[in-house]
């Protein structure tokens, strides 16, 4: 089994490591145009953005050729999961991608202009993470097929989200002085858009993931709106582990089916 992930502050590489198999970062992958997987269970794992599919996971999906019998998709939500098993279901059948198994999980949400993170981590015990994980996992092992299905409305408020995505994203960020140059945030992005010199520089292509907020250990990053200065990793995952992610080598890994 292969499971291809996005992540930024843990859970779905969480939830990648839950399921088995070998794990692969779908940015890390899209970098190396690694395009062609195989393998008997192919996985897609990732946290729901703007309640759809991230335009990165997207982006990837349109190019990649999945050759398994069964080919499913994890996704992580917040609060609301809108329209985004749908989404994801049919990226797939325009890209000739047909999934057996789609279905979400409610987790920590990371978005801080809307969440406490302090409030957020207190109700964990009451979105029952690891017991809904188990099913998922034993589902998922078990060879089930199961589509999570939405109704059409919330394809209609996918679009109005789509509609006013901010493209100027990055520019609700601020760096203050307590900034070391230690360069997390730049070994964390998952698309290389920040460059350190004397300080963090953005440079257009941010994926609203905010890793670079969540994992900078002086907490000099911020964004407008945030609720305070809490913020959150999986407490299951290490900083290496999402560093490591976004830097694997797949050389080794075309022994495991990817090309």
Do not use: W
């Amino acid at each position: 089994m292969i499971v291809l992930y996005f992540t930024s502050t843990g859970n779905s590489l969480y939830i990648a490591k839950r399921i088995g198999g070998e794990n692969y970062s779908i940015p890390s992958l899209l970098r190396d145009g690694r395009f062609i997987i195989e393998n008997e269970k192919i996985g897609i794992v990732f946290p729901v953005f703007y309640v759809g599919v991230p335009k990165i996971v997207e982006k990837y999906l349109s190019h990649v050729k999945l050759k398994s019998d069964y080919i499913f998709g994890v996704l992580s939500y917040g609060m609301f999961s809108g329209a985004a098993t749908r989404h994801l279901d049919n990226i797939g059948k325009r890209n000739g991608i047909n999934f057996s198994y789609i279905n979400e999980i409610l987790m920590i949400d990371n978005y801080l202009p809307r969440f406490d993170m302090n409030r957020q981590v207190q109700s964990q015990n009451k979105k029952r993470i690891e017991e809904n994980l188990s099913i998922i996992v034993n589902e998922v092992n078990s060879g089930k097929k199961y589509i999570k299905r939405h109704t059409g409305v919330t394809e209609i408020l996918r679009s109005i989200y789509q509609l006013l995505y901010d493209k100027n994203f990055e520019r609700k960020f601020s760096v203050d002085s307590s900034c070391n140059v230690c360069k997390v945030c730049q070994k964390v992005c998952p698309v290389d858009n920040i460059e350190v010199n004397r300080r963090p520089v953005f440079m257009n292509n941010c994926q609203h993931c905010l890793a670079c907020i969540h994992h900078c250990p002086r907490n000099a990053i911020s964004i407008a709106g945030e609720k305070n200065k809490a913020r959150f990793i999986n407490q299951n995952i290490k900083l290496k582990d999402i560093i490591d992610s976004n830097n694997q080598d797949h050389r080794s890994a075309m022994k495991q089916g990817l090309s």
